[in-house]
T-cell receptor, first 119, second 114 residues
């Protein structure tokens, strides 16, 4: 159980275009999903917290107009990188918190990640 | 301000021996701790967790120890196997700036030598 999928796994795009990444919880409902970014040989940095049916909460320094997050259902959150530039190239990973275990036992289950390369 | 630290970027262990990965934290509000295993170009895989009310949790070859007074936790893997070679992240959960979040350490690359 607790499987999270992410699509696409890899995307290459031209500078100035927008890219949408989907995150789905396959066998559980996730009231909260998280979007992380990982640079090479570094830790996972939280970008934003996505709550179903409400606006996302962005971490300090993350541009909410550039990284648009939508969490329209209990099993789907999307991250859209708008007007992508080469410095946005990174590994983006989503995670989902199981609704049934929300609370102090904050186990997040991660998707496989999306490698974005902006040319 | 690195609230969760893994001071060893890498660790090399002989197959069959014990691997010990360490993690320190600074925020006493953290109440739940997790270890994740990660391969390159993949998402982290949940391994084992421990609540702050416990000092030990065991699951097969994996044991996590928590020393709250020292704000230190460790992951023991015994016996170590070649498939254990990966990057291990420790994470701490708690209310950070008003929201429940996971804060990750920098990771330790574990290499198991045959």
């Amino acid at each position: 159980g607790a499987v999270v999928s992410q699509h696409p796994s890899r995307v290459i795009c031209k500078s100035g275009t927008s890219v949408k990444i989907e995150c789905r919880s396959l066998d559980f409902q996730a009231t909260t999903m998280f979007w992380y970014r990982q640079f090479p040989k570094q830790s996972l940095m939280l970008m934003a917290t996505s709550n179903e049916g409400s606006k996302a909460t962005y971490e300090q320094g993350v541009e909410k107009d550039k990284f648009l997050i939508n969490h329209a259902s209990l099993t789907l959150s999307t991250l859209t990188v708008t007007s992508a530039h080469p410095e946005d190239s990174s590994f983006y990973i989503c995670s989902a918190r199981d609704f049934r275990t929300s609370g102090s036992s904050d186990t997040q289950y991660f998707g496989p990640g999306t490698r974005l390369t902006v040319l | 301000d690195q609230q969760v630290k893994q001071n060893s970027p890498s660790l090399s262990v002989q197959e069959g021996r014990i691997s010990i990965l360490n993690c320190d934290y600074t925020n006493s509000m953290f109440d739940y701790f997790l270890w994740y295993k990660k391969y390159p170009a993949e998402g982290p895989t949940f391994l084992i967790s421990i609540s702050s009310i416990k000092d030990k949790n065991e699951d097969g070859r994996f044991t996590v120890f928590l020393n709250k007074s020292a704000k230190h936790l460790s992951l023991h893997i015994v016996p170590s196997q070649p498939g254990d070679s990966a990057v291990y992240f420790c994470a701490a959960s708690g209310r950070v700036q008003g929201a429940q979040k996971l804060v990750f350490g920098q990771g330790t690359r574990l290499t198991i030598n045959p």
